[in-house]
């Protein structure tokens, strides 16, 4: 089982990921409140999705009193998993590892990133 700090450093790569992309990956960012929980840890990372880049993110106890506009949810393997290259997006939402709640403009600007 992934812990906090492997979670938190997981999300800071995907950040710098971002970050450093180039060209339509970076421009699909939507500028969004985002939360990631992690359900083994209940526990939620929220942030902004902005410039590229996931900013100003801290962690809550269980799930956040306000939702976020792009709503992520996964075991914190899961997440060290994906960030590391070794875990399919596709294939961990296909197989409900993964779930994603926001509009559907959003998914599919967030496709590109993901």
């Not at 992690?38 to 801290?58: A, Q």
């Not at 590391?84 to 509009?103: C, D, I, Y």
Request: hydrophobic fraction near 40%; charge should be neutral.
């Amino acid at each position: 089982m992934a812990t906090l700090q492997e979670c938190r450093s997981a999300l800071d790569r995907f950040s710098a990921n971002l970050a450093g992309s180039q060209g339509d990956t970076r421009a699909a960012a939507p500028d969004r409140s985002l939360s990631c929980r992690i359900t083994d840890l209940d526990t939620t990372f929220v942030g902004r999705l902005t410039g590229g880049s996931i900013r100003d993110v801290t962690t809550v106890a269980g799930v956040p009193e306000q939702q976020a506009q792009i709503r992520l949810s996964m075991r914190g393997d899961d997440l060290v998993a994906l960030v590391a290259g070794e875990l399919s997006f596709t294939k961990a939402w296909a197989a409900g590892r993964v779930t994603v709640q926001a509009s559907l403009p959003d998914l599919l600007r967030l496709r590109t990133l993901l």
